[in-house]
């Protein structure tokens, strides 16, 4: 994404609420299946998603320190006993932070990048997103984001896939039918392929 550009404030929680659906939906005997992240199991993805709440609650905050200067691959958090739980109040204090006007403004750190608080908001948006449909089609639940959210989320994709090293969150874009659901456009940006399951 251009860090130049104005981005308006985006509600999370809808996204962070529905995440924390999907999480609440995962079966104990399928925290060892693969998801659409080549090196994580469900559980690994769990653990990655507490583990990016907390520290893009941090970016919100300007909570500059080892939660916004640790690399995202530095290393997971362990999935506690309660952990479905406690993704629900990470998730939910992830949206409540991004909630602050001051969250946008200015710059900010996230996974040991400076970037504006904006784009930070974005970035957010997309993780939170994205990773919400890897744990959905590895565990087969539904996954239906608004259309308001997939629309910034690929505007900010398509920037990067349109650059001069074509490039998404999780790999160099995978090609969709321009006439695919968004949602599959937007997956495909990222990286991911959109028909992906578990016996692939």
């Given at each position: 994404?251009?860090?130049?550009?104005?981005?308006?404030?985006?509600?999370?929680?809808?996204?962070?609420?529905?995440?924390?659906?999907?999480?609440?939906?995962?079966?104990?005997?399928?925290?060892?299946?693969?998801?659409?992240?080549?090196?994580?199991?469900?559980?690994?993805?769990?653990?990655?998603?507490?583990?990016?709440?907390?520290?893009?609650?941090?970016?919100?905050?300007?909570?500059f320190g080892p939660l916004?200067?640790?690399?995202?691959?530095?290393?997971l958090p362990e999935l506690?006993?309660?952990?479905?739980?406690?993704?629900?109040?990470?998730?939910?204090?992830?949206?409540?932070?991004?909630?602050?006007?001051?969250?946008?403004?200015?710059?900010?750190?996230?996974?040991?990048?400076?970037?504006?608080?904006?784009?930070?908001?974005?970035?957010?948006?997309?993780?939170?997103?994205?990773?919400?449909?890897?744990?959905?089609?590895?565990?087969?639940?539904?996954?239906?984001?608004?259309?308001?959210?997939?629309?910034?989320?690929?505007?900010?994709?398509?920037?990067?896939?349109?650059?001069?090293?074509?490039?998404?969150?999780?790999?160099?874009?995978?090609?969709?039918?321009?006439?695919?659901?968004?949602?599959?456009?937007?997956?495909?940006?990222?990286?991911?392929?959109?028909?992906?399951?578990?016996?692939?």
């Amino acid at each position: 994404m251009d860090t130049h550009t104005r981005t308006d404030a985006i509600d999370l929680g809808p996204a962070c609420a529905r995440t924390a659906r999907v999480a609440e939906g995962v079966r104990d005997e399928q925290l060892d299946g693969p998801t659409p992240c080549p090196d994580y199991s469900v559980r690994m993805l769990l653990a990655h998603v507490a583990g990016l709440a907390t520290g893009l609650a941090a970016t919100a905050r300007k909570d500059f320190g080892p939660l916004t200067d640790t690399a995202p691959g530095a290393g997971l958090p362990e999935l506690g006993a309660r952990w479905r739980g406690d993704l629900e109040r990470l998730l939910g204090e992830l949206a409540e932070a991004w909630r602050d006007p001051a969250a946008w403004q200015g710059q900010s750190r996230a996974g040991s990048v400076d970037l504006p608080g904006a784009v930070g908001g974005v970035v957010t948006l997309n993780e939170v997103l994205l990773h919400g449909w890897d744990l959905a089609r590895a565990t087969g639940q539904r996954y239906e984001p608004g259309e308001a959210e997939l629309r910034v989320s690929y505007a900010a994709l398509d920037a990067a896939a349109k650059g001069d090293v074509p490039r998404g969150p999780f790999g160099p874009p995978v090609p969709v039918a321009e006439d695919a659901p968004l949602l599959d456009r937007v997956v495909g940006l990222s990286g991911r392929d959109p028909g992906w399951t578990p016996g692939r």
